[in-house]
């Protein structure tokens, strides 16, 4: 019965709904047509009732919408009144960084700033930075005062404010300005530490970048949430950020007197971090040494797990404990390496009979596989004064330099082995034979044939040894930025019989200049010519009708004032004798030069290339490079080119000419950097200021080249020798003259003869000649 009544009361409802609904659309269809006949009159700002109400029923009518769908003379207007005619935002152009890091967001590992004083930083800053700066990313030495110590160090920062209490601060600041997105991790400490920067380095690759680092090694306090200046406190990039942004609360708020209380309220104050010595399963540990603790007499007391030794009170504890944990990393790595190669020996057999032999060492990398005859590596035989083959086209040359050094190294560290292995029971005797060895997948080997005597029979006992020497991991060495934007000052002595091949030489220059891409003007002005004009005593000169060099001058001066600017000029020596070393020579130039010039010494043969100006351009680099290239001497044109003309353009093949490595002539390198060689070997040879001075400097000298002066004078500055394949020399004609030195004149002998042809070529000329006297 229920269920009943409750189906009636449900109908009852519905019904109801259905008929409102029904209602409804019948009022809507039958108040439409009158709607679109009303207009609005009310509507604000209505001033044309009727255009108002044709407006709104045009929009909402349908009957509007046929009508206009209709009306095939409707056209489209744009109205553009009050519109901008521009765009109102211009499109701005990206600016790329210059490094790909910066765009990627990439960082280095980690930055160390040491506190250090101007009393201290003479004498431990120095040692912290010996021993610490090869293996981090970054050091930084915080001074106090603004006033620079004088001290051979990078990185020292001085501030003006002298209060000692906001000094951590100001270290902060100077970070968070400069550094904040370039590191990892940064690493405070004061100088009176030692620090382990390479078991640091591998503790901080193994904590997660992504997550806050307050990591110290001592606490003076268990209960405390501050670290210790003295024991280190590492911070992550996200720590340092946010105390970045609350330095102003901590200055505010710094009103003790203990640097660890101030920095450490900060930090967690900032961050909210208090400071740990363990994260991530990895341990800061500092070890906290006596006042009185002497590292030869105590180092049973030192932990060996630790990475910080504090306090160190002068720079030779800094050396010792340095060389002591040097020992513990290397005899660690000792035997990690022998148990690296156990295992490897272990697993040998078992990769099958189709395997390699096992290389030697075990481990290291295998020699390479010729591919055919001519990648044959080539076995070295040496004595101890000599090497055989000294090149492809020599057989033998002095053992001397690196070369004797390097075989002397390897023959005391084989005699000491084996004097070790057999119980001092072996007497060094002689050298039998030496093979070495250069591959370039894996370093140098040698092998040995020593003889010694036994100390128990007297007789003499042959032993050979085989030395490997192995290639070490890469290093990418950092080098100032250079660029191709740079001046050259290009430097060309010129001697009477060499004025056709300068007249060429300055055709090509001057055509390069107005070519180029970059014009040689006053404002962008890239190219400098000097030409250096050595006369004879004997002949006529300046003022002279029969000038030898008059033809050259007028013809340089004609190319001045024909062409805007061109960058040109000429320096006049008379050197009686022998012709003036090249040192002189830049003597004599100074004064032409300013002292920031990159100068390249030039040859009249010299084929002109932009190319490879550019090359010096970046080869050379001021207080660390000086660049000397090996260039590509073309054989003797009448033996090369019997069946064909000479081309314009030297071509680099070997049917033409070949890389003389006898040639030490051109030469690039600063100014400044030629200055500084020169002042450290003015006590052998003096400065040559005029040119009477030029024969005192040729009879006294003991170095044969530029090359020589800077390897003898600056040991700081590197040397790069190579090939330089845009570096082409026509065949010198008459290059041996009388006026050069009697070691000069055999050397240009000796290059001469080698320079002649192909061996295959003078081989020719020789059966052709047998063949032309048969006849």
Same mark, same amino acid.
């Given at each position: ?30 108040? /439409? ?84 004083? /101007? ?197 030779? /504890? ?131 044939? !020593? ?18 020497? $192995? ?199 600063? $100014? ?73 004149? $055999? ?17 020719? !000329?020789? $059966? ?8």
């Amino acid at each position: 019965m229920s269920t009943i009544l409750f189906c009636k009361l449900q109908r009852r409802q519905n019904a109801i709904f259905f008929v409102g609904l029904c209602a409804g659309v019948s009022v809507c269809l039958i108040l /439409t047509p009158v709607l679109d006949e009303i207009s609005c009159p009310l509507l604000p700002g209505n001033q044309n009732p009727d255009s108002r109400a044709s407006h709104y029923s045009q929009g909402r009518s349908l009957r509007s919408q046929l009508t206009l769908s209709n009306n095939e003379d409707f056209e489209p207007r744009i109205n553009l009144a009050g519109k901008p005619k521009k765009a109102q935002k211009v499109p701005q152009n990206i600016v790329r960084p210059r490094y790909y890091s910066s765009e990627l967001g990439l960082r280095q590992k980690i930055f160390i700033g040491v506190m250090t004083t /101007t009393s201290t930083i003479n004498s431990r800053g120095v040692a912290i930075n010996k021993t610490m700066a090869h293996l981090v990313d970054k050091v930084m030495f915080f001074n106090n005062g603004i006033n620079p110590p004088s001290v051979n160090l990078t990185g020292i920062i001085g501030f003006s404010d002298s209060r000692k209490i906001l000094k951590p601060f100001h270290v902060l600041k100077y970070i968070a300005d400069n550094y904040i997105d370039k590191f990892d991790y940064f690493f405070l400490i004061k100088d009176d530490s030692y620090i382990r920067a390479y078991d640091l380095i591998e503790t901080v690759k193994k904590i997660s970048v992504s997550e806050d680092v307050h990591l110290g090694g001592f606490m003076r306090d268990k209960e405390s949430a501050f670290c210790s200046l003295d024991g280190g406190i590492l911070l992550s990039n996200s720590v340092m950020q946010k105390v970045a942004e609350g330095l102003d609360w901590c200055v505010r708020n710094a009103f003790s007197d203990n640097d660890d209380d101030n920095i450490g309220r900060c930090i967690v104050h900032s961050s909210g971090l208090p400071c740990t010595s363990t994260l991530q399963g990895q341990h800061l540990r500092s070890q906290k040494v006596k006042d009185d603790f002497k590292v030869d007499i105590n180092l049973a007391q030192l932990n060996t797990d630790s990475l910080v030794v504090f306090p160190v009170n002068d720079a030779a /504890t800094i050396y010792k404990l340095h060389k002591y944990f040097c020992q513990i990393e290397l005899n660690e790595l000792k035997k990690a390496i022998a148990s690296l190669q156990s295992a490897i020996a272990e697993m040998h057999p078992a990769i099958g009979e189709d395997s390699e032999a096992l290389s030697w060492p075990v481990g290291s990398q295998p020699a390479s596989k010729p591919q055919n005859r001519f990648d044959v590596l080539q076995w070295d035989y040496f004595t101890e004064s000599n090497l055989y083959p000294e090149s492809d086209f020599g057989n033998v040359k002095d053992l001397t330099g690196a070369d004797s050094e390097d075989v002397k190294r390897v023959m005391n560290a084989s005699i000491s082995h084996m004097t070790q292995k057999y119980n001092e029971k072996l007497q060094y005797r002689r050298l039998v034979n030496g093979y070495r060895r250069y591959d370039p997948a894996r370093g140098m080997d040698y092998i040995l044939d !020593l003889a010694f005597r036994d100390m128990d029979t007297g007789l003499e006992v042959l032993k050979r040894v085989e030395v490997a020497k $192995l290639l070490g991991q890469v290093e990418v060495v950092t080098m100032p930025y250079v660029t191709e934007n740079s001046r050259i000052h290009l430097i060309l002595p010129i001697e009477a019989y060499q004025i056709e091949d300068a007249a060429r030489f300055i055709k090509e220059y001057t055509d390069l200049c107005t070519t180029s891409k970059v014009v040689c003007t006053e404002r962008q002005e890239k190219m400098f010519l000097l030409l250096v004009l050595l006369y004879d005593p004997m002949a006529p000169g300046k003022g002279d009708n029969r000038d030898v060099f008059g033809g050259l001058k007028s013809n340089i001066q004609s190319m001045v004032q024909s062409q805007d600017s061109m960058p040109m000029a000429w320096l006049s020596i008379k050197s009686k004798g022998q012709r003036p070393h090249d040192i002189a020579i830049i003597d004599l130039t100074l004064r032409k030069l300013p002292q920031d010039a990159m100068i390249l010494i030039c040859s009249s043969t010299m084929n002109l290339r932009q190319d490879f100006l550019n090359r010096v351009r970046m080869n050379t680099i001021l207080h660390k490079q000086v660049f000397s290239p090996v260039p590509f001497v073309e054989y003797h044109p009448d033996i090369v080119y019997q069946d064909s003309e000479r081309p314009k353009e030297l071509d680099i093949n070997k049917k033409y000419g070949h890389y003389d490595s006898t040639n030490y002539y051109h030469l690039s390198f600063y $100014l400044k950097d030629y200055v500084a060689a020169r002042s450290k070997l003015d006590g052998k040879f003096p400065l040559v200021r005029q040119d009477r001075d030029i024969p005192i400097l040729n009879k006294d000298s003991q170095i044969p080249s530029l090359l020589s002066m800077f390897i003898q004078g600056l040991d700081e500055i590197h040397v790069l020798r190579a090939v330089e394949p845009c570096l082409r020399l026509w065949y010198p004609q008459d290059q041996c003259q009388p006026s050069l030195s009697p070691n000069q004149y $055999l050397e240009c002998q000796a290059s001469k003869a080698k320079g002649l042809g192909t061996r295959a070529q003078l081989a020719g !000329l020789i $059966l052709q000649n047998l063949e032309d006297k048969s006849r």
